[in-house]
C-alpha cells in the first residue's frame, strides 16, 4: 500500500488539497445563500473588506492573520481552517490508500462532497441542490469506471463472472447496483421524512436530505447504503437521546440549585427536555454524511467481520 507513495507526489497532493479545501469554503459559505461561487473575489463577512491574493493562501494565512480580519479585526471562522486541512487530507489518504487510481479519485470526490455537505448542514441546515444533484450524477458515471459493489464480485466470482461475461457486463452490474442504490436511500429517506412529520409535526428532516441519500447511494451501492442508513439513524439517535439527558439534567440541578423541592424541579426539568426533544432540529445530513464515509472505507470489512462472526 505505502510502497508505491512518492513523497513528494504526495506533498503535491495535500498542498493540491488545501487548495481545493479553500474553495470548498467559498461553496459551504455562498451556495445556502444563492451566490455565484466564482465572483466576486473573497471578501469578510463583517466589512466587506477584500481579501487580497496574497491572504488567500489556505492555512496559511488564518495562521498569519491569527484567526482574524486584517481590516476590521472580527474573528475568521475556524471553520476555515478545518476545511482546509481535512481536505488535504483527505486527498493525501486516498492517494495513499489507493495510489494514483480511479479508485483514488472518486474517494476523493465523494469525500469532497461530503465534507461539503455535512459543513452546509451543521452550520446552515441547508443541503444545496448544488451540491447533490451533480454529486448524484458523478457517482452514476463513477460506478462505470470503479466498480460499486466489488464485494459481490468476491463472495460470487463464479456466478458474476459466468452472468454477465465481458467488460461491459461488468459495467452494466455497477450501474444497476448504483441507481438501485440511489433509489433505495431515497426513498426510504423519503418515508421517514414523510413518517417524521406525521408523528411531530414540525418538518425533521428536509427534502435535501432525500437527494443527500441519493447521492451516497450512487457512489456507494445497495449493500453500504443500507449499512449508511442504519449507521447514521444509530448514531443519530444517541446523540439526541444525549442531547435530551443533558438538558433534562442541566434543567433539574438549575432548579435545585434554586432550592425547589427535587420532586417539582424533576417534573419541570422532564417539561423542558421534551419541549427540546419536540423542537430540536437534528441536522440528521451530518450523520448521513459522516456515516457515508465511513461505511464507503471500512463498510464492507465491518459486514465481512459480522458475517463471519455469526
Ligand atoms: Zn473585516
Request: glycine share 24%; charged share 25%; aromatic share 8%.
Given at each position: 500500500m505505502l510502497e508505491n507513495v512518492e513523497p513528494l507526489f504526495a506533498a503535491a497532493i495535500f498542498a493540491l488539497g488545501l487548495c481545493f479545501g479553500s474553495f470548498l469554503n467559498v461553496c459551504i459559505y455562498r451556495l445556502p445563500l444563492g451566490?455565484?461561487?466564482?465572483?466576486p473575489r473573497s471578501a469578510c463577512p463583517h466589512c466587506g473588506d477584500l481579501i487580497p491574493l496574497y491572504h488567500n493562501l489556505p492555512v496559511l494565512s488564518w495562521l498569519i492573520l491569527r484567526g482574524k480580519c486584517r481590516a476590521c479585526k472580527q474573528p475568521i471562522s475556524p471553520r476555515y481552517l478545518v476545511i482546509e486541512l481535512l481536505t488535504g487530507l483527505l486527498f493525501l489518504g486516498c492517494y495513499t490508500h489507493f495510489g494514483l487510481t480511479l479508485a483514488m479519485l472518486k474517494c476523493i470526490v465523494l469525500g469532497y462532497l461530503l465534507l461539503g455537505l455535512v459543513f452546509t448542514d451543521a452550520e446552515t441546515k441547508l443541503l444545496p441542490d448544488a451540491m447533490t444533484l451533480p454529486g448524484l450524477a458523478l457517482g452514476i458515471l463513477f460506478s462505470l469506471v470503479v466498480p460499486v459493489n466489488d464485494l459481490a464480485s468476491r463472495i460470487m466470482p463464479g456466478l458474476v463472472s459466468t452472468a454477465l461475461r465481458g467488460e461491459i457486463s461488468w459495467r452494466l452490474w455497477s450501474l444497476s447496483d448504483s441507481l438501485l442504490g440511489a433509489a433505495v436511500g431515497a426513498s426510504f429517506l423519503y418515508g421517514a421524512a414523510a413518517i417524521y412529520l406525521r408523528a411531530?409535526?414540525?418538518?425533521?428532516?428536509?427534502?435535501g436530505d432525500v437527494k443527500l441519500m441519493a447521492l451516497i447511494g450512487a457512489f456507494l451501492g445497495t449493500k453500504l447504503t443500507v449499512l449508511t442508513i442504519f449507521a447514521a439513524s444509530l448514531a443519530g439517535s444517541l446523540f439526541g437521546l444525549s442531547t435530551v439527558l443533558a438538558v433534562w439534567m442541566k434543567r433539574t440541578r438549575r432548579s435545585q440549585a434554586r432550592g425547589s423541592a427535587s420532586s417539582d424541579a424533576r417534573r419541570r426539568a422532564w417539561h423542558s427536555a421534551r419541549l427540546a426533544l419536540r423542537y430540536y432540529e437534528m441536522p440528521f445530513g451530518v450523520f448521513l454524511g459522516s456515516m457515508a464515509l465511513l461505511s464507503f472505507l471500512f463498510g464492507n470489512c465491518v459486514l465481512h467481520w459480522y458475517w463471519s462472526a455469526l
Open positions: 451566490k455565484s461561487v466564482v465572483t411531530r409535526g414540525v418538518e425533521g428532516m428536509g427534502f
